[in-house]
């Protein structure tokens, strides 16, 4: 099992590391706390910065979260991870044998194969059977395999505690902005962009239709206000999440069409990058495609001042 356990951590590092460990997902501004002061002293004392992360996330394992939930899919984790200094990046998967081992056999592979001299984590992780390995346990134990530990406080904004659940609450409320300042940068989501039906041009505001991708949160039917990054190129958008009920459209599933402000042209095939700004209003069902046009340039007038204030 110990083997089987090192291979988990990948290669073995040449020198010593200060590692960053739990779910982090979404990479909030709270767990940018807990990887800012990792990546800083791994730099002020010579060492590799590392992050230990599980896939799939532990609240998903246990049922406590959809399949379709993730703030950040992992390779967007992997990514912003790298921006925000981290070194090397470890995915570890969170499976039963992982869950059921004591903390003390964790510690002990994780210091073999990484070299840890210090661990950080938030106040409320822990790991090991029956979550035992509490920051209590790990500092003792840290102690006596030779490395130290810090535990970083919650981060609080706007009156209450940062976290991936109040994240998630305000974005499945619409609350788009407020999600936003608790993530420290705008929800998003990338994918292809695809073939619609072209009931957008018909009505004058030809659309960019991007896929969904799986495993991401899902955010309410609605019209919101976006910055659209095309080709690394930043367009502000109008973009409508939902079903189009107007024109019955409902069982064909919901689809994400962004009306690009200041530019035209065909995209297929290349990606787009949604980031979500503010939700303008909720889908509802007009009486007339005269109507829902009325509606869509009041929205582009809204977004616009929106986006303008950036």
């Given at each position: 099992?110990?083997?089987?356990l090192?291979h988990?951590?990948?290669?073995?590092?040449?020198?010593?590391?200060?590692?960053?460990?739990?779910?982090?997902?979404?990479?909030?501004?709270?767990?940018?706390?807990?990887?800012?002061?990792?990546?800083?002293?791994?730099?002020?004392?010579?060492?590799?910065?590392?992050?230990i992360?599980?896939?799939?996330?532990?609240?998903?394992?246990?049922?406590?979260?959809?399949?379709?939930?993730?703030l950040?899919?992992?390779?967007?984790?992997?990514?912003?991870?790298?921006?925000?200094?981290i070194?090397?990046?470890?995915?570890?998967?969170?499976?039963?044998?992982?869950?059921?081992l004591?903390?003390?056999?964790?510690?002990?592979?994780?210091?073999?194969?990484?070299?840890?001299?210090?661990?950080?984590?938030?106040?409320?992780?822990?790991?090991?059977?029956?979550?035992?390995?509490?920051?209590?346990?790990?500092?003792?134990?840290?102690?006596?395999?030779?490395?130290?530990?810090?535990?970083?406080?919650?981060?609080?904004?706007?009156?209450?505690?940062?976290?991936?659940?109040?994240?998630?609450?305000?974005?499945?409320?619409?609350?788009?902005?407020?999600?936003?300042?608790?993530?420290g940068?705008?929800?998003?989501?990338?994918?292809?962009?695809?073939?619609?039906?072209?009931?957008?041009?018909?009505?004058?505001?030809?659309?960019?239709n991007?896929?969904?991708p799986?495993?991401?949160?899902?955010?309410?039917?609605?019209?919101?206000?976006?910055?659209?990054?095309?080709?690394?190129?930043?367009?502000?958008?109008?973009?409508?999440?939902?079903?189009?009920?107007?024109?019955?459209?409902?069982?064909?599933?919901?689809?994400?069409?962004?009306?690009?402000?200041?530019t035209?042209?065909?995209?297929?095939?290349?990606?787009?990058?949604?980031?979500?700004?503010?939700?303008?209003?909720?889908?509802?069902?007009?009486?007339?495609?005269?109507?829902?046009?009325?509606?869509?340039?009041?929205?582009?007038?809204?977004?616009?001042?929106?986006?303008?204030?950036?």
């Amino acid at each position: 099992m110990k083997q089987d356990l090192l291979h988990l951590f990948g290669e073995p590092l040449t020198g010593q590391s200060a590692a960053a460990i739990g779910a982090f997902d979404g990479l909030h501004r709270g767990h940018c706390h807990i990887l800012g002061n990792t990546v800083r002293y791994a730099r002020e004392n010579g060492l590799s910065a590392v992050a230990i992360l599980f896939d799939p996330l532990p609240a998903q394992f246990f049922g406590r979260l959809g399949a379709d939930e993730r703030l950040l899919l992992r390779e967007e984790q992997e990514q912003r991870l790298y921006e925000l200094g981290i070194d090397r990046v470890i995915f570890l998967p969170f499976t039963d044998r992982l869950m059921n081992l004591s903390p003390k056999e964790f510690l002990m592979s994780m210091t073999e194969r990484l070299h840890t001299v210090r661990l950080f984590m938030g106040t409320d992780f822990s790991l090991g059977k029956n979550r035992e390995g509490n920051a209590e346990v790990l500092t003792s134990l840290g102690e006596k395999l030779g490395f130290t530990t810090e535990v970083i406080g919650k981060d609080v904004l706007d009156g209450d505690i940062i976290s991936s659940t109040r994240i998630r609450t305000l974005l499945h409320e619409g609350k788009i902005a407020a999600a936003d300042r608790l993530l420290g940068y705008p929800f998003f989501f990338s994918g292809p962009i695809i073939h619609g039906e072209a009931r957008g041009r018909k009505l004058g505001f030809p659309t960019v239709n991007v896929k969904f991708p799986q495993g991401k949160l899902a955010l309410p039917n609605g019209v919101y206000a976006v910055n659209a990054f095309i080709d690394g190129i930043k367009h502000p958008a109008v973009t409508n999440v939902g079903v189009r009920p107007t024109f019955g459209l409902e069982n064909l599933g919901v689809v994400v069409e962004s009306f690009l402000l200041n530019t035209t042209g065909d995209f297929y095939g290349e990606n787009a990058k949604l980031e979500f700004i503010e939700m303008l209003r909720e889908e509802k069902r007009f009486d007339s495609a005269e109507a829902l046009k009325e509606q869509i340039s009041r929205d582009i007038i809204r977004a616009k001042e929106i986006l303008n204030r950036q």
